[in-house]
């Protein structure tokens, strides 16, 4: 009786469990690598499309006898699409070749370097000192081109530079800010994995987060001028009591705001148990603290808003001299940091149990009366879930600007199962427009807009996804007409792309 009880407990747990495809978008090593194999699409490719996409996120969640425990941590691996501008495209991966990758390939383990969460089995007191002290080096987030320099990102300040066409690691880079206070008491080690374009220019701008390790000495912000990889200037430096964890900030033609939700380092905590997951803590009775930066001026002004929390912003823009508006992806509380561990990936009733609401915010902020408020989008009662998209993305030309449409995941699109994934549009100025497409058990990732040059509309040109296709075990590239949310045509690709997080289209890399 035992061995068929046995059996069918197991039938039961795995049948109600994880969908197809599951194991392969969180949490299992791919460690193939690609170089330059030609894709074949199901229709052809709009010659148009001149340039890489380029994304990066984790694909090795472990080494040797360890492993990470939070998807956060999973060492970086970099994909291209080169997109020949003949219909032609081509897709290389490759890992991010980082100190610290280096190493663990080389021991055989995961070598001691700092890590969101703790691993399994967890590092010994030296290593976690030692861990500390190396900081975190595995830049697993986001790709720039900085006027010419490919970077990889992370919330760090460190970055590593890579080359876009062979996808081979550099060098890593912590440049230095002429004129900014970086030596001790200040640890200057955090940033935003999140910087922006400057408008108007091919600058991007980025903050730096300096920690007093002196009590009772505030901490510092310095909002920073990226001209390339090693290039920097100071635009506005200031003081604050707290320091908020900050994933990006945002930028308007002459602002940038700085979102600083109540999620603060806790210093005393950070030394002792030496992961961010359990010295980062949201503060449920506090306000969120903005500052917005005049860019020429470098004057701050500080305003109070709702407590809340937000990864990711989708644009924001001014509305005259003194209003600007600001939308951004927001949570009741940072538990999203949390939702990413493994254990809560691979138990469907956690994961579908946990509270995970994101919602698509508008603040507006008027500087002269000191105010930031939010009001939120219309619902189109057809398609709720649009409103509950994250990893925004918009087309570029439109940032800073005023703009409609956020193309974004959503991973609850049925509000009840985390794993019922679509690929969105969101027309903010009139929900009649919101879109949607999905394919049960295929799973769309963060996509990029790339504009039609010869386009005139802001929905002229394509969107490039990533999907898992659950069924069939397989990755794909799939190009969609963002004018009506629809599939152009879609590439099988020799390795699977696992579930990641971001990347940008590159052009002049063919
Ligand atoms: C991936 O690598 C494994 C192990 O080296 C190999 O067996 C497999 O064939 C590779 N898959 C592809 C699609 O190249
Ligand atoms: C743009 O339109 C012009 C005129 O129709 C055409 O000659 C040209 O090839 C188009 N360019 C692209 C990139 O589509
Ligand atoms: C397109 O250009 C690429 C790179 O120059 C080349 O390898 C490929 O064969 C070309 N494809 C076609 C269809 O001409
Ligand atoms: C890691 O090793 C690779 C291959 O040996 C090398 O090309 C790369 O530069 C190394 N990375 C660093 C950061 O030194
Ligand atoms: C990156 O941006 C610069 C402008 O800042 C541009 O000239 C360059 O072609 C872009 N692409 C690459 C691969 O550098
Ligand atoms: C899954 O999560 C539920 C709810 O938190 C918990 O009761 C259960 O023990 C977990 N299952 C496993 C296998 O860990
Ligand atoms: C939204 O679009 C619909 C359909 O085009 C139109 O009927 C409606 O008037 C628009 N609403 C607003 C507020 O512009
Ligand atoms: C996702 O939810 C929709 C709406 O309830 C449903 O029609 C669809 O079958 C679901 N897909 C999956 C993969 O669960
Ligand atoms: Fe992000």
């Known amino acids: ?31 193939n690598e690609t170089y330059k194999e030609p894709l074949i699409f199901d229709n052809p490719v709009p010659k148009w499309i001149k340039g890489s996409l380029i994304r990066n996120g984790p694909a090795r969640y472990g080494m040797g006898e360890r492993s990470f425990l939070n998807l956060f941590d999973g060492f970086g691996k970099l994909y291209s699409w080169q997109f020949s501008g003949n219909g032609s495209v081509f897709f290389s991966s490759k890992f991010l070749q980082s100190e610290s990758y280096n190493e663990s390939l080389r021991i055989n383990d995961i070598a001691p370097y700092m890590s969101f969460d703790n691993l399994k089995p967890p590092l010994n007191i030296m290593q976690k000192e030692l861990a500390l002290a190396h900081g975190m080096d595995n830049m697993n987030i986001n790709v720039y081109n900085y006027s010419g320099d490919c970077v990889v990102l992370t919330d760090t300040w460190k970055l590593y530079v890579v080359d876009c066409y062979t996808l081979d690691t550099i060098r890593p880079s912590k440049p230095t800010i002429p004129g900014a206070e970086t030596s001790f008491p200040f640890v200057s080690l955090m940033s935003v994995a999140h910087p922006v374009r400057e408008y108007g220019t091919n600058h991007h701008i980025t903050i730096l987060q300096s920690l007093s390790v002196l009590p009772g000495l505030p901490h510092k912000f310095t909002l920073v001028r990226t ?90 823009y001014e509305l005259d001299k003194d209003n600007i508006v600001f939308d951004i992806i927001s949570y009741n509380d940072a538990s999203l940091v949390t939702f990413f561990e493994m254990d809560n990936l691979y138990n469907k009733t956690r994961r579908d149990g946990f509270p995970f609401k994101p919602a698509l915010k508008r603040y507006k902020i008027d500087l002269k009366a000191g105010k930031m408020t939010s009001t939120s989008f219309d619902v189109n009662p057809k398609l709720p879930h649009v409103n509950t998209l994250e990893v925004p993305t918009i087309n570029e030309n439109y940032r800073s600007k005023h703009y409609c449409y956020i193309y974004g995941a959503v991973f609850k699109s049925d509000f009840k199962t985390w794993g019922n994934f679509s690929f969105v549009k969101k ?16 799973y769309p990732m963060e996509g990029w807009f790339v504009p039609d040059p010869n386009g005139s509309a802001e929905d002229d040109g394509v969107l490039m996804v990533p999907v898992v296709d659950g069924d069939l075990g397989k990755s794909y590239i799939l190009i969609l007409d963002p004018k009506t949310m629809k599939p152009i045509t879609k590439a099988y690709l020799p390795i699977i792309v696992p579930f990641h997080f971001h990347g940008r289209f590159i052009e002049n890399v063919f």
């Open 227 to 316: 001209k390339s990889a090693d290039t920097r200037e100071k635009i506005a430096e200031w003081n604050v009591k707290k320091m908020p964890y900050l994933h990006t900030i945002s930028i308007t033609e002459r602002y940038v705001i700085v979102f600083g939700c109540p999620f603060y380092v806790n210093i005393e905590k950070m030394l002792q148990y030496t992961v961010p997951k359990e010295s980062i803590l949201f503060h449920k009775d506090e306000p969120t603290v903005a500052y917005v930066v005049e860019i020429k001026t470098g004057k701050v002004v500080t305003i109070e808003t709702e407590n809340i929390f937000t990864m990711h912003h989708a644009n924001a």
């Open 427 to 442: 027309d903010v100025c009139n929900s009649t427009g919101d879109l949607s497409w999905s394919v049960p058990d295929h």
């Open 1 to 31: 009786m035992y061995f068929p009880l046995f059996l069918s407990l197991c039938f039961v747990a795995s049948s109600s469990v994880d969908p197809p495809g599951w194991n392969l978008l969180f949490g299992t090593d791919i460690l």
